[in-house]
């Protein structure tokens, strides 16, 4: 089996769709600078077989390998692969003469694989590869670096190389297969054995049901045998008894027809009853609706008589009450009569006084009247006093006001009068002079206190006869 062609698209460093044709020779080289995407062609091929660890892809998540985009061109959503295998030779006698084995990867995660153009999955795409030394982690594919590691390899890491490589791992495989098959099925033979053990000592209780079972349907047909004989017998008997009873029961029957027509006819007199009743128990409830109604009438009616003899018996009680005040009345009456007449007697008494009064009336406001004018005059005359009083009285501060203007002056007269008395030596008139002065400011002030005291009798006098005005025009008003 060759390597024939590998078309890539939006893997890795190849964005345009590249197709890479091995053709017929027996060598090709991918030559270019560091960097170029040699080894991504290499992860192609590892990746469209199979490969899982996004580590092997040098790559943290396995959408790495989806092209991310360049300075000069955006990202792509998905990474295809296309292996195409010759198979001339017929090594996979069941395909055609090209395989073309295709892996597919979105964005989102999700991938599909294809052979020849149908969705399968990954198993089968490593089952169609098992033993051509093609797979993810076969010998076919060794990568930079990979050569050492097989070098280096352990006996039997080589020793697996070398058995995929003789097409011994499918038969290995197989047998691994066939084994577990084979373990599959000794514990489904243990199984079994386990269920016969079960199910023979299920059909040994079975077996000993059954001899019962038989047992019973044994006793249950000689059971059933005797019964039918017993019945039968008995059917005989009650058709013989029947024939004697048929005369009998014909009778019944007539006289059930009978019963049936009176039934019928006492049913129609039910109803007309029930009519009736109906009826009468539809009155009942108007009467009682009406007893009712009475008995109320009749209760308010009870009511409004304890309420009359309630009040008869006070009205009676107060009768008795009005008649003792009557009688009282009637007394008080009489007295008052006797009163009356009596009031009367002191009436015309007191009309006889009264006249005598008028009359004494009639001469008190004669009286009254000269007293009036008395007062009258008296008044003139008490207001002349007063007007005399309040002349004495101004007559009297005028002289207490000289009085004391003389008193005020006495002093320095009596200065003067050292001073006099010291110059009287040296002034013989002068001094006579002064003692005339002297003397006649005496003499003023004696006068002036003789009208003050001939004021003060004259208003004594006054107040004395104002007093007795007085009380003659109260006595004569209280009259
Ligand atoms: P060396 O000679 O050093 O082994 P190389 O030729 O094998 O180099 P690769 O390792 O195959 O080169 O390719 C690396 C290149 O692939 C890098 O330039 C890297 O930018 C580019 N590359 C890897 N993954 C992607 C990706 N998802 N999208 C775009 N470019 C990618
Ligand atoms: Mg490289």
Not at 188 to 204: F, T
Not at 289 to 308: F, T
Not at 405 to 413: D, G, K, N, Q
Not at 453 to 474: P, S, W
Request: with cysteine; hydrophobic share 35%; glycine share 8%.
């Amino acid at each position: 089996m060759r390597l024939k062609r590998l078309e890539l698209f939006g893997f890795k460093s190849f964005a345009d769709r590249t197709v890479i044709d091995f053709g017929q020779t027996t060598l090709t080289g991918i030559v270019g600078p560091n960097g170029c995407g040699k080894s991504n062609v290499v992860d192609a091929v590892r990746w469209v077989l199979g490969e899982t660890r996004p580590t092997s892809m040098r790559g943290s998540g396995m959408t790495d390998v989806i092209f991310k985009g360049s300075a000069s061109r955006p990202g792509m959503g998905t990474a295809e692969v296309t292996m195409i295998l010759d198979n001339d030779a017929g090594v996979l006698e069941e395909r055609g003469p090209e395989i073309a084995i295709s892996r597919r990867l979105y964005a989102s995660g999700e991938g599909e694989y294809l052979i020849d153009g149908q969705r399968v999955r990954l198993k089968d795409v490593k089952d169609l590869l098992f033993d051509t030394g093609l797979g993810s982690r076969g010998y076919s594919v060794l990568e930079q670096g990979r050569i050492d590691a097989v070098l280096s390899a352990n006996p039997a890491q080589r020793r697996a190389i070398f058995e995929e490589a003789a097409g011994i791992s499918r038969y290995r495989q197989r047998r691994h297969e066939t084994e577990l098959r084979l373990k599959r099925c000794e514990q489904d033979v243990e199984r079994l054995d386990d269920l016969m053990g079960e199910l023979r000592s299920r059909v040994r209780s079975l077996k000993i049901q059954a001899t019962k079972a038989e047992k019973y349907v044994t006793a249950k047909a000689e059971w059933t045998e005797g019964r039918t004989r017993l019945l039968s017998h008995r059917l005989l008997a009650a058709e013989g008894t029947l024939e004697v009873l048929k005369p009998a029961i014909a009778d019944l029957e007539g006289g059930v027809a009978t019963l049936r027509e009176r039934r019928s006819e006492c049913e129609a007199g039910i109803e007309g009853r029930e009519a009736e009743r109906s009826g009468v128990v539809a009155e009942l409830g108007t009467v009682s609706a009406e007893v009712a109604q009475i008995s109320g009438d009749l209760r308010a009616l009870e009511e409004r008589k304890s309420q009359l003899a309630m009040r008869i018996a006070s009205w009676t009680a107060s009768t008795d009450e009005e008649t003792e005040r009557a009688a009282a009345l009637g007394q008080q009456f009489e007295e008052r009569q006797e009163e009356l007449a009596r009031i009367t007697n002191e009436v015309d008494a007191l009309r006889e006084r009264t006249r005598v009064a008028a009359e004494r009336a009639s001469s008190l406001t004669s009286q009254g009247r000269e007293l009036g004018k008395t007062y009258r005059q008296l008044r003139a005359e008490v207001e002349g006093q007063n007007e005399r009083v309040l002349d004495s009285l101004h007559q009297r501060t005028a002289s207490e006001n000289k009085s004391v203007h003389l008193r005020e002056a006495i002093p320095p007269m009596t200065e003067r009068l050292a001073r006099v008395t010291e110059r009287f030596e040296s002034s013989e008139g002068q001094v006579g002079e002064v003692s005339a002065r002297l003397e006649a400011a005496h003499g003023a002030l004696e006068s002036a206190a003789s009208v003050r005291e001939g004021a003060d009798v004259a208003l004594e006098r006054v107040r004395g006869d104002l007093g007795a005005g007085r009380e003659q025009l109260e006595a004569s008003r209280a009259q």
